[in-house]
């Protein structure tokens, strides 16, 4: 599958030396890679959170982040979309691709990645005195997006992506801090939605959500890979294997395995993701 090497009289035959993105459309089949991080680092001072991670993440596919608590998964999430450049400690190097463009290349402007690789929170994130309305299209005006008629278009859109218009359209005038967590939440992945993005990163988006306003979460990640790749991040091993196509074990700032979810759950390669999944430790 890989372009045979163009052969010179000094040459021995060969081939090119596949690129990440061959080798593991070769190793997990063709579907599209929509981003790829390459030899990746997070470092605060002296501490490193991330150490030399290269991995794809795939179109239409839900990627879950597993791994115990301080092992670099959220450090992990937050560099797909520079959101490490908020930070004054945190120093990332490495590249991060989105298709083709590098996000780190200086040239790129940090904000429109962030339309392009939207963020949920772990706690939901809703501006509790504006209006539901206003909550969703909050990104939107703040580029000085003022018609409307479009807005309203956006805004229910977003609502009906996010499974939340049913229970609001009659209200949108309400304060956002009015509505139950889940509810808060689901406003929250509406708001990203509005901004049109093309990835959509999740970090523990139902670790506070009771069980019914978790399952509605998930019902709606598998949605909404239809149209948009998603990571998340997860605690909950029993909710990656429900909800990932994909996942990635993370252990001391490492990525020590990744591959399809059931695949690794049912056989991990790694005793150290053996041991996880099983419980030794985490």
């Known amino acids: 599958m890989f372009k045979k090497k163009k052969q010179s009289e000094n040459e021995l035959p060969g081939y090119d030396e596949p690129t990440l993105k061959q080798k593991e459309e070769h190793r997990y089949g063709s579907s599209k890679i929509r981003m790829e991080s390459k030899n990746l680092y997070v470092k605060y001072g002296s501490n490193i959170g991330v150490k030399n991670v290269s991995v794809p993440i795939y179109n239409n596919k839900v990627t879950a982040l597993v791994g115990p608590s301080g092992c670099g998964k959220t450090t992990f999430l937050r560099a797909?979309?520079?959101?490490?450049?908020?930070?004054?400690?945190?120093?990332?190097?490495?590249?991060?691709?989105?298709?083709?463009?590098?996000?780190?290349?200086?040239?790129?402007?940090?904000?429109?990645?962030?339309?392009?690789?939207?963020?949920?929170?772990?706690?939901?994130?809703?501006?509790?005195?504006?209006?539901?309305?206003?909550?969703?299209?909050?990104?939107?005006?703040?580029?000085?997006?003022?018609?409307?008629?479009?807005l309203n278009e956006v805004c229910e859109k977003a609502l009906v992506q996010a499974a939340l218009f049913d229970e609001v359209k009659d209200r949108l005038n309400s304060p956002g801090g009015s509505l139950s967590g889940g509810q808060q939440q689901r406003l929250s992945i509406a708001r990203a939605l509005a901004?049109?993005?093309?990835?959509?990163?999740?970090?523990?988006?139902?670790?506070?959500?009771d069980p019914k306003s978790t399952l509605k979460i998930e019902d709606l990640m598998v949605?909404?890979?239809?149209?948009?790749?998603?990571?998340?991040?997860?605690?909950n091993l029993a909710q990656a294997g429900r909800i990932s196509d994909y996942s990635i074990f993370m252990y001391l700032g490492e990525m020590i395995e990744f591959g399809k979810t059931k695949d690794m759950f049912q056989n991990p390669k790694d005793k150290r993701t053996e041991e996880y999944l099983t419980g030794k430790f985490g």
Not at 195 to 209: A, G, K, N, Q, Y
Not at 223 to 235: A, D, P
């Open 80 to 150: 797909l979309n520079r959101m490490h450049d908020l930070s004054r400690d945190a120093i990332v190097t490495g590249k991060v691709f989105l298709d083709d463009i590098n996000i780190y290349d200086p040239k790129v402007n940090p904000v429109t990645i962030r339309r392009k690789i939207g963020m949920v929170f772990q706690k939901p994130t809703p501006f509790p005195t504006m209006s539901i309305f206003d909550n969703v299209v909050a990104g939107l005006k703040l580029v000085g997006i003022r018609d409307r008629k479009f």
């Open 195 to 209: 901004i049109e993005p093309e990835v959509l990163l999740m970090d523990e988006p139902t670790s506070s959500l």
């Open 223 to 235: 949605e909404l890979k239809k149209n948009y790749s998603i990571v998340i991040v997860t605690h």
